[in-house]
């Protein structure tokens, strides 16, 4: 089993509609992001939190939110989608400052 | 201005010869330097990470830090075709978002045979 693991995998869904995307980590890390990636422009910080209290808004968080459940589980909401959230949206998970993050296999989104 | 930015490339290379991965960051107060690599569809993945300035080798992949003129670079050696990929430069940031992950926008590498 993937150690960062995130769900669905792909999804499609309308303009309007809130979506959630799940994320699950069995790494025990305190750091978990959540990235944006579009053709061209690398991944793009939605947000990010170094621990269960501590939630932090990244360079994109304009009609996203975000939910820390545990240490283990960050979701990403759209609470109402539009089609240039279409994208690829990754999770990832580090231990600590300077230390490597570890990323999940990704969601595909498209917004119809 | 990025936090993070790379050469735009695309870069093409033949195999067997070195690609050379530029990067630039604007935060002073960045400790921590990754190169990932990212095969299309796919999660990134660690490459390289690098905290002092100077160069740091691992196998063919050179990182090297520059932290006078906030530049880091990646050097492949003896390219190969696998190498084919995405790289991604990232950055920890300092200040009153210490530590947080910020990535540049991926320089795409082709290595032809």
């Known amino acids: 089993d993937a150690d960062v693991t995130q769900t669905p995998r792909n999804r499609i869904t309308k303009t309007g509609k809130r979506i959630m995307l799940e994320c699950s980590q069995t790494?025990?890390?305190?750091?978990m992001y959540w990235y944006r990636q579009d053709p061209g422009l690398g991944l793009q910080l939605i947000y990010y939190s170094f621990d269960v209290k501590d939630i932090n808004k990244g360079e994109i968080s304009d009609g996203y939110s975000v939910s820390r459940q545990a240490q283990a589980k960050f979701s990403l909401s759209l609470e109402s989608a539009i089609p240039n959230q279409t994208a690829l949206y990754f999770c990832?998970?580090?231990?600590?400052?300077?230390?490597?993050?570890?990323f999940g296999q990704g969601t595909r989104l498209t917004v119809v | 201005q990025k936090e993070v930015e790379q050469n735009s490339g695309p870069l093409s290379v033949p195999e067997g010869a070195i690609a050379s991965l530029n990067c630039t960051y604007s935060?002073?107060?960045?400790?921590?330097f990754f190169w990932y690599r990212q095969y299309s569809g796919k999660s990134p993945e660690l490459i390289m990470f690098i905290y002092s300035n100077g160069d740091k080798e691992d196998g063919r992949f050179t990182a090297q830090l520059n932290k006078a003129s906030q530049y880091v670079s990646l050097l492949i050696r003896d390219s190969q075709p696998s190498d084919s990929a995405t790289y991604l430069c990232a950055a920890t940031t300092g200040g009153t978002s210490y530590g947080k992950l910020t990535f540049g926008q991926g320089t795409i590498l082709t290595v032809h045979p």
């Open positions: 790494k025990g890390h305190d750091r």
């Open positions: 935060d002073r107060g960045s400790q921590s």
């Open positions: 990832a998970t580090s231990a600590g400052q300077g230390t490597e993050a570890f």
